[in-house]
C-alpha cells in the first residue's frame, strides 16, 4: 500500500514538472511580452520593468529561478498588479471559487445519483423517460450557453436573482445552476447505465431469492459496486467544480480563481496564467490521487490488487 502510494506521488510529481515546463516555454514563446500593450510604455520604462522582474536574463535563467519559486510555493509576482504576488491572486480568489463549486458539487451528487436510480429501477417508463430526456438537454446545452439564458430570464426579465455579484445568498443560484447542470445530467445518465448493469448480475439475483429486503438488496449489493464508475469520474469533476469555470465566473463576475485567469490572459499576466494552471493541475491529480483511495473502500478487490503491486 505504501509502495503503491509512493510511486503515485513520484509520478505526480514527474507529471506536475513536465506541466510547469511546458506551460513556462508556450509561454515564453508567446509573441511580444507582458508589457506590451496599446498603449506603448516608454522604451526606458519597458526596459526598467523587464529588468525588474529579470526578464532580460537568458530564458534557462528565467526557467531555473521559476522552479526555484515553486519548490518554495511561490509563484511569483504578478505582471499586471504592482506588489501582488499570484498567491495571493489564488488565495483571494479560492473562497469564492470554492464554495460556489461545494454547492455545485452537492447538487450533482444529491441530484444526479438519485435520478440515476430512479430511471435504472423504472426502465422504459415515464420516470425513466422523462430523466433521460432531461439528462440529454443537459449535456448537449453548453454551460455558458444556460447560464446566459439564466441570466436574461431570471435576472433580466423577472428580477427574482441579482445579475451579478454575491451580495447575497440568491447570487450563488444562477452560478450553482449553470456549474452543475452539465455534470448533473452526466451523472445522472452514469448512475443509470451502471446500475441496470449491476442489477443484471448474477449476485443479484441470488441475492433477491434469499428474500432480502428489496432495499437491502439495492444499497448494499447493487449500488455499492453501481458507483464504481461514478467514483473513477469524481476526481475531474470535484477538481473542474471546486475550481471554478472559467467562463461562469467571468459571465456573473465572480471574484473567483477563474476570472483571475480570463482577466490575466486579456492582461498578458504570464505568471498569473502559469500559477493558476500549475494550481489546477495539482488539485486535478490531488482529487485523482484521492479518488484511487476510494476504490478500496468500495471494492476489496483493489485493495488486494493494490497490496499485491
Not at 33 to 57: H, R, V, Y
Not at 242 to 262: C, D, K, M, N, W
Request: aromatic share 12%; charged share 15%.
Amino acid at each position: 500500500m505504501l509502495a503503491y502510494l509512493a510511486k503515485r506521488i513520484g509520478m505526480m510529481i514527474i507529471t506536475l514538472f513536465l506541466i510547469i515546463t511546458l506551460t513556462f516555454f508556450l509561454m515564453h514563446a508567446i509573441p511580444g511580452g507582458p508589457f506590451t500593450s496599446e498603449k506603448m510604455l516608454a522604451p526606458e520604462i519597458e526596459a526598467a520593468l523587464n529588468a525588474k522582474f529579470g526578464l532580460n536574463d537568458p530564458i534557462w535563467v528565467q526557467y531555473l529561478n521559476y522552479l526555484k519559486g515553486i519548490v518554495t510555493f511561490d509563484l511569483g509576482p504578478s505582471f499586471k498588479y504592482p506588489g501582488v504576488r499570484v498567491n495571493d491572486l489564488i488565495m483571494d480568489g479560492l473562497p469564492v471559487t470554492a464554495k460556489t463549486g461545494f454547492l455545485a458539487l452537492l447538487c450533482v451528487a444529491a441530484l444526479g445519483i438519485p435520478l440515476g436510480v430512479l430511471a435504472a429501477l423504472n426502465q422504459n417508463k415515464w420516470q425513466d423517460t422523462a430523466v433521460m430526456l432531461f439528462a440529454t438537454v443537459g449535456v448537449a446545452i453548453p454551460s455558458y450557453v444556460v447560464a446566459t439564458v439564466a441570466l436574461y430570464i431570471f435576472a433580466l426579465k423577472l428580477n427574482l436573482v441579482p445579475t451579478f455579484g454575491l451580495d447575497d445568498w440568491r447570487g450563488y443560484i444562477l452560478p450553482v445552476a449553470a456549474l452543475s447542470g452539465f455534470w448533473l445530467s452526466f451523472i445522472a445518465r452514469l448512475s443509470r447505465s451502471s446500475l441496470l448493469e449491476v442489477l443484471g448480475q448474477d449476485y443479484m439475483v441470488t441475492a433477491k431469492a434469499k428474500g432480502l429486503h428489496p432495499l437491502t438488496v439495492l444499497f448494499k449489493h447493487g449500488l455499492r459496486n453501481a458507483l464504481i464508475p461514478i467514483v473513477t469520474v469524481l476526481g475531474p469533476v470535484v477538481a473542474n467544480l471546486l475550481t471554478g469555470s472559467f467562463v461562469i465566473e467571468q459571465i456573473f463576475a465572480l471574484p473567483g480563481i477563474g476570472r483571475h485567469f480570463v482577466l490575466s490572459i486579456s492582461n498578458r499576466d504570464y505568471t498569473t496564467i502559469m500559477g493558476i494552471t500549475i494550481f489546477y493541475a495539482a488539485f486535478l491529480m490531488v482529487m485523482i490521487l484521492i479518488v484511487d483511495m476510494l476504490y478500496m473502500l468500495l471494492d476489496p478487490r483493489i485493495k488486494l490488487a493494490g497490496k499485491s503491486r
